[in-house]
């Protein structure tokens, strides 16, 4: 048996995973970063201490029954891209590192983006796309990204990605997490702002400040403030930033197939676990589960088999 370790320590959440590469399973174990109630998270000092708690803890139950390790994949960064940096993902590194070193595994690192990318592409069944050699296309939208992305496969960095689109202001996680705090939610605010649109019998006719592949999604914030100021429920509220949400990613992504007609469409990141945006574009494009949408290191540790060679095309 081969197996890889991943290792993920976001901005959100402290993650590991091991890939059997024979079965193609994966085990993943996550924890979120505590955040006080009220706070729409934390300070990256903060990020760092808690990942230093809570790694070790995570990695122990993983890893209890000692399975021999032929890689080690850990994200480094945000994104592949000059100048992304986040202290918080040094711990992910120093683990990593250490890890491989002890065991005499190859140690690979990409960016949390592709591990974004990877997990639900296997999450999906598409990591054919990979190996192809044709293009696709991955919405990667979480709490710090909105990102329309171009993608193809690279020899060396397993997937070449290049910026197409995306939100030029607010993303549409800092949308979820700002209004869901400001109705009472513990951040991160997804599931719980989710749980509150479900409830609303509300329909809204939006129309999203879209341009091509681009959007601005600041004015979301600002309607639903004052839909709070004004004494609208919550429940309208929040079904009211999910709809608005969903709304600008469709003319998104209608634009995205009249640029590319063909092209696969991946749907990636936190943001898109969400059950009432995938309704709508499920036709459209592919979608992970929201175990492997959300913040995991399941695609750092598949990276790190890409790279080894571990998993056949």
Avoid: W
């Avoid at 139950?61 to 940096?85: F, I, M, N």
């Amino acid at each position: 048996m081969s197996f890889v370790l991943g290792i993920d320590t976001s901005n959100y959440t402290t993650s590991c995973a091991l890939l059997d590469t024979e079965s193609m399973n994966i085990v993943s174990l996550k924890k979120l970063l505590p955040v006080k109630d009220g706070e729409r998270g934390l300070r990256q000092s903060d990020a760092v201490f808690h990942h230093t708690k809570q790694l070790p803890e995570l990695m122990k139950e993983l890893l209890k029954d000692k399975p021999s390790l032929s890689a080690v994949g850990y994200s480094y960064a945000p994104r592949c891209v000059e100048g992304s940096y986040m202290p918080c993902f040094l711990v992910g590194e120093n683990s990593a590192v250490c890890t491989a070193l002890g065991c005499g595994a190859v140690c690979e690192k990409t960016s949390h983006q592709v591990g974004h990318i990877l997990a639900a592409l296997y999450s999906c069944g598409r990591l054919d796309l990979v190996h192809s050699g044709k293009p696709f296309a991955a919405f990667h939208v979480s709490g710090g990204t909105t990102d329309l992305l171009l993608c193809k496969s690279s020899k060396d960095k397993v997937l070449e990605i290049e910026q197409i689109g995306g939100s030029r202001d607010l993303k549409a996680g800092q949308a979820v997490d700002r209004i869901g705090v400001k109705l009472g939610l513990h951040f991160p605010c997804g599931s719980g702002l989710e749980m509150l649109a479900e409830k609303s019998n509300a329909e809204f006719h939006i129309k999203p400040s879209v341009d091509g592949l681009y959007c601005s999604l600041s004015g979301i914030e600002n309607k639903c403030i004052k839909m709070i100021l004004d004494g609208e429920s919550k429940e309208d509220t929040a079904k009211f930033c999910i709809s608005s949400i969903y709304a600008a990613l469709y003319e998104m992504t209608v634009n995205l197939k009249i640029e590319y007609p063909d092209i696969p469409i991946i749907y990636a990141g936190g943001v898109m676990s969400n059950k009432m945006i995938k309704h709508g574009l499920e036709k459209i494009g592919f979608f992970a589960e929201p175990r492997f949408s959300a913040d995991n290191a399941a695609g750092v540790a598949l990276y790190a088999a890409i790279k080894k060679g571990l998993i056949l095309k």
